[in-house]
């Protein structure tokens, strides 16, 4: 079974950058999409984008100036890099490998794996 | 943007009973709509998936069902461990994927 842990500093100054790191063992990485969501304190789920193993992400576009997601498949790994960030950023940070599903002609993702989450806070 | 709204915000039930939770999308999805169920300190476990499929692993008093806009996630017999945050979220032809606001099932 595939499982997924986030790591990366868990205080960050802002206006500064925010990045984490995915490990994925029981599986490749050059396969399916994986992605971050991140929940702030007291409130829901937001996505924030997905990568495929050959590079190609998409972008959640209330981020997408500041977020950028990359992978390194040597490492099984993949990371997330926010930039600029407030006080609003702090968040427990997920990854998770997605489930692609299609049927119908249409296709669906969800989060099939997730992480235990890493809670960053912004602070100075 | 596709909005999902969920309905009710809490739902207070005892093991035994049967839950619904239902979630709204501001526009057709078809049936692409998940699932999850999330516990405090926890990672959110997907249960079902494609609107009706369950998972691996999740158990069969959990079903889901629904098409376009109108979704419900149903538990048959309420277990003690069922109490936690439940969202649905969909993610149709183009980004974003959205979630809903979630609906936290409290043992009554």
């Known amino acids: 079974q595939v499982q997924l842990q986030e790591s990366g500093p868990g205080l960050v100054k802002p206006s500064e950058a925010l990045s984490l790191t995915c490990t994925v063992s029981g599986g490749s990485i050059s396969t399916y999409l994986w992605s971050w969501i991140r929940q702030p304190p007291g409130k829901g789920l937001e996505w924030i984008g997905f990568?495929?193993?050959?590079?190609?992400?998409a972008y959640n576009p209330s981020l997408k100036s500041r977020v950028s997601i990359s992978v390194d498949t040597s490492k099984n790994q993949f990371s997330l890099r926010l930039s600029s960030v407030t006080t609003a950023d702090t968040a427990v940070y997920y990854c998770?490998?997605?489930?692609?599903?299609?049927?119908?002609?249409?296709?669906?993702?969800?989060?099939?794996?997730w992480g235990q989450g890493s809670l960053v806070t912004v602070s100075s | 943007e596709i909005v999902l709204t969920q309905s009710p915000v809490t739902l207070s039930l005892s093991p035994g009973e049967r839950a619904t939770l239902s979630c709204r999308a501001s526009?057709?999805?078809?049936?692409?709509l998940g699932w999850y169920q999330h516990k405090p300190g926890r990672a959110p476990r997907l249960l079902i998936y494609?609107?009706?499929i369950r998972a691996t692993g999740i158990p069969a008093r959990f079903s889901g069902s629904g098409s376009g806009t109108d979704f419900s996630l149903t538990i048959s017999s309420l277990e003690p461990e069922d109490f936690a945050i439940y969202y649905c979220?969909?993610?149709?032809?183009?980004?974003?994927?959205?979630f809903g606001q979630g609906t936290r099932l409290d043992i009554k």
């Open positions: 998770a490998k997605l489930l692609r599903y299609c049927a119908g002609g249409s296709c669906g993702d969800y989060f099939e794996y």
């Open positions: 494609d609107a009706s």
């Open positions: 979220q969909q993610r149709s032809n183009s980004p974003p994927i959205t």
């Open positions: 526009q057709s999805v078809g049936t692409s």
């Open positions: 990568i495929y193993y050959t590079g190609s992400t």
